[in-house]
C-alpha cells in the first residue's frame, strides 16, 4: 500500500482526542497531511535587534533581562525588561506561575518569540513564548480546531513529509513544469511547508494545477466508465404522450420539446444517460422530468425522483399524483413520516414492482430502499447534491451489468469554467425559454423604515384575493436565529393584520408540520405564508404574486433569483419587495442589479462579478466541489487549459494518471482499465 494512504493514526503521537480533532478537520491520511496547507507563516529563522522591530510583527529576539516585578494594581500582572544593547522592550505575562517569576528572576538572558506592539513605554510583547530556538525554515501555521496544537500540526506534517518522500515523485513532463516555471511536486510541497523564504504564489498555483487536472481526469473517467454499462432501452408510446401533453392546460414550450426528444434520445441508446438540464427558475423543468419518466414507466422501468427538501418532495408528489392520475401509476412518497406498518409496505411494494415512482429526499437511496427494475434516476435541483453524492447514486439500481439512466436537474447557473469541472461527465441539455405570458417580476428594492407601507401593500394584495410570501433570510448560517426571526415577523404580522389569514413554515418544523402549511397555503386557506428559505426550492403557488424578502443584503443573487422565482407563476402582475436594512451604497447597488435584471445566468454572471467564484463556490455551492488547493478566484485562468493537459497527459502519460488521481483523491476506484 502508499504510504500516502496510512492512517494519520500510524504517527507517533497521534491517538485519543488528536485523532479525534484531526478528523474534525477532515484529516484522515498522511496525504490529506501533507495537502493540508497553511494559512500563513511566522518567521523564527532569524535573530531581531529590538531597534529593527517592526510592530505586528511576530519575531525573535535575544537581550539581557534587567527588571522582573509583579504588578499588583488593577490586573495583576508580570513585567520584565528586555535589553540587547540596541533598545529594551516590555514583556508582559497576565497569566504566570511562581515558577516562571523565580526563572525570569534568576535568568540573565532570555530568547523569546512573540508578536511586537507598540504599549505605554515602547516596544512590548504579550505572553512571548520563551525559550524560542532559532528554525532553520519558516514556520506554517496551518488551519487548526480548538484543542489541537500548532507545534503537534507541524510536527505530523513534518513526518508525513518523510514518510511519503520517496512517493512524491512528479507525474507531470519537462514541457509541462517549464512553461509555467513550475518546480517539481516534492519541491512546491517541501517548500510550502517548510520555506526559507516567503513561498511564491507560483508554488501553489503548481499545486492547484495539478489538482483541477486531476478533477477534469476522474470526471472523464467517470463517463467513460459509464459507457461501459447497458443501459435499459425506453420505447417511446406515442399516444401516452400525446395523452399527456393533451391533459396540460397549457402548450410546451420549444425549449421543453427540445429538451424532452433529446432526453429521449439518450434513453433509447444501449449506454445509461447522463444528463444535466439546465433552465431558469419556472422554465418548467419539472414536466421535462414527468415526460421522461412516463417513457420510463411505458418502457417497463421504475423510476426515482431525488430532491433535496421534503417541501420539494411533497409537492413533486402531488404534481405526479395529478398528472398521472390518468395512468393508474402507483406513487410512493418515501418521508420520514412514513413509519411502521405503511413504510414496510411502501417498500416491499417497489421491491416487487408495484410501484412505478418512488419521490423522496436523499432516504431515497438508503439500503433498505430495493427497487425491481430502476430504469431512471432523476435528481432535482442537483446544486443542492455534492458531486460525490451525485456520483454514488449512479451505482444504485445495478442489476447486472444495466445501470439506470440519469436525469439531473438545476436551476443554478455556474460559470462555464466552473461547469466544466463540475459537470465534465454529463452532457447538457439548457431550457432557454420561458412559458408564454410570464411578465417579468416587478422588483422593488426599499427600505425597511417604510415596512408600515409594505404592511398596507399586503393589506390591499389579499383583498384582491391574491397571496404572498414573507420571507426571513439567513442570519449567519443559524438555523435557531432564522426561525426565531421568522416567528418575530409572523407576530408582528398577526397583530397588525388580523384579518388576514398567516401562516409560517420553517426547517424546524416536523415534515408533517410543514405539509399542513404548505397545503393550506396552496388551497389558499391562507392568504400569506412567512417562511425561512426552504421555501427557496421548487415551491409553485401560481395564485402567490407578492414576495417580501427581509434583509435581502444577506443572500447572494443567485438566490434572490430562485427565491423571486417562486412569484410571477401566474397570469397577473407580480411584485417582489427587497426590504433592507442599513446598507452601504455599493450593497444597495447589488439589489439594484435584482430590479435590472430577470434572467438567472446574467444574474449568475453579475454575482460573479461582484463577489468572485470562491464566495460563490464558497457559501452557496457547499459540497459540490471540494477544492483543497484551488482558490476559484485566482486559479481561474488555469481552467481554460485544463482539459488540454489532461488529455495530453492521458495520451503520453497513461501510466501517471491512476498515481497521480490517488495522490489527489481518496476515491477506491481503479481507472486503469477503463
Ligand atoms: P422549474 O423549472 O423552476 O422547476 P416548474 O417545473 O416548477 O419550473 O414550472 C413552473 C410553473 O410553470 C409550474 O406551475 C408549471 O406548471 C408551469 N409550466 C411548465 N411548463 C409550462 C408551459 N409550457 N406553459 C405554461 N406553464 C408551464
Ligand atoms: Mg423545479
Redesign the pocket.
Known sequence: MSSLKLSVETLKGVGGKTLERLRKLDLKTLQDLLLHLPLRYEDRTRLFTIHTLEVGKSSIIRGRIEHVSEVTKGKKMLVCHLNDGTGTITLKFFHYTSAQLSFLKNTEWLQCFGEVRWGFNGFEMIHPEYPASLEPALTAIYPSTDGLYQKDLQKFIAQALLICNAELVEYFPENFLQQFHYSDFKTALQQIHAPKKLPSPYLLQRLAHEELIVHYLRMRFEKKNSQRWQAPIFTTNEAAAKDFSNS??????GA?KRVIAEIQTDCQRKQPMLRLVQ??????????AAFTALSAINSGYQVALMVPTELLAEQHNR?FNHWFAQFNFKILYLTGQLKGKAREQGLLDLQEGKIQIAIGTHALFQEQVQFQNLGLIII?EQHRFGVNQRLALQNKGVSGKIRPHQLV?T?TPIPRTLAMMQYADLDVSI?DEL???RKPVITRVLSSKRRDEVIAKINQWVAKKSQAYWVCTLIEESEVLQFEAAETSFEMLVETLPKVRIGLVHGRMKAAEKEAVMTAFKNHELDVLVATTVIEV?V?V?NAGLMIIENPERLGLSQLHQLR?RVG?GDSESYCLLLYSTLPEVARERLHIMREHHDGFVIAEKDLELRGAGEILGTRQKGQLRFKTVNPDTHAHLFDAVQAWGDYLLANFPQNVQPLIDRWLDTATCYVDV
Not at 396540460?248 to 414550450?253: A, Y
Not at 433552465?279 to 421535462?288: A, F, I, N, P, R
Open positions: 396540460l392546460p397549457f402548450q410546451l414550450t421543453q433552465g431558469d427558475v419556472g422554465s418548467g423543468k419539472t414536466l421535462v404534481n432535482d436537474m436551476a431550457i412559458p408564454p405570458n421548487g409553485d401560481p422565482g407563476r
